[in-house]
């Protein structure tokens, strides 16, 4: 309802309430125009593709294509789910023990409707249009499934808005401004504004140290293996995700030397042959018998871990057949991470840890796991729990 309705509204109860002369024509109207709040003012946000996007009101239904967006909206203020209708059911798959943090901590998240996956091409148009959304966000992702889909084609058809945001492909270019987006649409632009303040100062921090660093030691030679042990052996980010934080810690990122343009894997034989002086694997929360760290072939990491249940599951991948004959792990040299900084806002962490894991001398000074709980205390809403980084003694 707009302003002038609602002040049309009031007019024709004031008069049934009252004579008729005294709502003449010729009776002077004293009642004070509403102002209208920030709400009801039109709206226009840029996304990381450069498009505009205008709306006439704020948004008040937000479909999250891709779930873990509320990695994001977490940081924002308030409920994570604030204006969320729908999410991506990659939360679930991907990230339960976050999630689960989460739920226990929001009212909105349990109203709002999980979907299927975009970026498996399972959401349909009809499934977006029942939840009657002011607008979808998605990932550049998901962009390209939804054009190849042609599922974008029928969102211009029908008028439905959308955005895209970007932790995945090009972190330290597209953060700052996905983590803004999103403020925006929620209402919550300066929130998102000392968020983009916060993580600017830390990569300028950690990218100044690993510059001098480099002036003299110079790069340091680091691979990483992702999701190791969870899936076949052996994948790496290459240029994106982690590997651009690699590089920007100051690492000859090995990765970039394994991929070719339809394939990330890579053998474990080759990765012998390479022998990485560094070695970083991820972890997450991918137990199915989590009180049971012997059938792990993976990290344990994330929410539900701890450091000694990390430290139990460190080398699991390493049984991997051949990998024994690696000298990183026997040097010192060997790493977990958490998964989920690859598709998040917080894998500044990542970068401070890879930066210290690399060159030590420079970052003696700086601890991601006790700086990634702090950032809990002052950006987060619920406590921090589990275990997010592990290294291997030599």
Known sequence: MNILRKAMTGAVALCAAASLAACSGDSADTTPSAEPTQADKALTVTDVTGREVT?????????LGEGRGVFATALLGGDPFDHVVAYGNDLTKAAPAFKDKVFEISEGAMKAQEIGNIGKGDVSLETLMAQEPDVVVMTLDQKKV??????????????????FTDFRQSPLEHTVSSVQLLGDLMGKSE??????????????????????????DGEKDGLIWSAAGFVDCCSTPGKAN?????????????????????????????????????????????????????????????????????????????GTPGLDLLQAPKQGKYFAVYHQFYDNPYNVFALEAFAKWLHPAAF?????????????????????SGAFFAQAQQ
């Open 364 to 384: 003696e000074d700086m601890d991601p796991a006790k700086d990634f709980e702090q950032f809990h205390a002052d950006w987060l809403p619920f406590d921090y």
């Open 242 to 318: 982690l590997g651009q934080l690699l590089t920007a810690a100051g690492g000859n990122n090995l990765g970039e030397q394994l991929i070719t343009a339809d394939s990330k894997q890579f053998s474990a034989e080759k990765m012998i042959e390479l022998q990485p002086e560094n070695l970083i694997v991820t972890g997450g929360e991918w137990a199915r018998k989590p009180d049971q760290p012997d059938t792990f072939s993976h990290v344990e990491l994330g929410y539900q871990s701890s450091p000694q249940r990390a430290a139990e599951t460190l080398n699991n991948p390493l």
């Open 191 to 216: 929130r998102a504004k000392e968020y983009g303040e916060f993580y600017e100062s830390k990569v300028e921090e950690i990218k100044g140290r690993v510059e001098e660093a480099v002036a003299k």
């Open 146 to 163: 939804a054009e190849e889909s042609g599922l974008l084609e029928k969102m211009d058809q029908t008028g439905m808005k959308y955005v």
């Open 55 to 63: 709306f006439d009101h704020a948004p008040e239904r937000i479909v």
